[in-house]
């Protein structure tokens, strides 16, 4: 009997893991070998609603900060996280997010 791409024998050495692609095809891993790739690092859930909430004068401080400079450098943003208690991962965030806020209100209003 034939053992082509989906013959009896084909479909039964694919089922028990032997085959699993077309007969005569044979692709590299697209994500490397299994060494080489990288651990998902996963969020940790936080309690309440999943989002950290901002107090009022971090809020007004980063507003303030926005005002000046919609793009923080590296040395505000270590300045930032210090004085506001925040990761510098935060500040970032908080920025890029504003900045996408700034630009949704900016087209909005045109």
Same mark, same amino acid.
């Given at each position: !009997?034939?053992?082509g791409?989906?013959? +009896?024998? /084909?479909?039964?050495? &694919? &089922?028990? %893991? %032997?085959?699993?692609? !077309?007969?005569?095809? $044979?692709?590299?891993? @697209?994500?490397? @070998?299994?060494?080489?790739?990288?651990?998902?690092?996963?969020?940790? @859930?936080?309690?309440?609603? %999943?989002?950290?909430?901002?107090?009022? *004068?971090?809020?007004?401080?980063?507003?303030? $900060?926005?005002?000046?400079?919609?793009?923080i450098? *590296? %040395?505000?943003?270590?300045?930032? *996280?210090? +004085?506001?208690?925040?990761?510098?991962?935060? +500040?970032?965030? /908080?920025?890029?997010?504003?900045? !996408?806020?700034?630009?949704?209100?900016?087209?909005?209003?045109?």
């Amino acid at each position: !009997m034939e053992k082509g791409p989906f013959s +009896v024998e /084909w479909l039964a050495q &694919s &089922s028990r %893991g %032997g085959a699993r692609e !077309m007969p005569g095809e $044979s692709r590299p891993c @697209p994500l490397g @070998p299994p060494a080489r790739r990288r651990a998902r690092r996963f969020r940790s @859930p936080r309690a309440g609603h %999943g989002r950290r909430c901002f107090s009022a *004068a971090q809020l007004q401080e980063l507003e303030r $900060s926005f005002r000046e400079q919609r793009y923080i450098g *590296a %040395g505000e943003k270590r300045r930032l *996280a210090a +004085v506001l208690n925040l990761s510098q991962s935060q +500040v970032k965030t /908080w920025f890029q997010n504003r900045r !996408m806020k700034f630009k949704r209100q900016t087209q909005d209003a045109r």
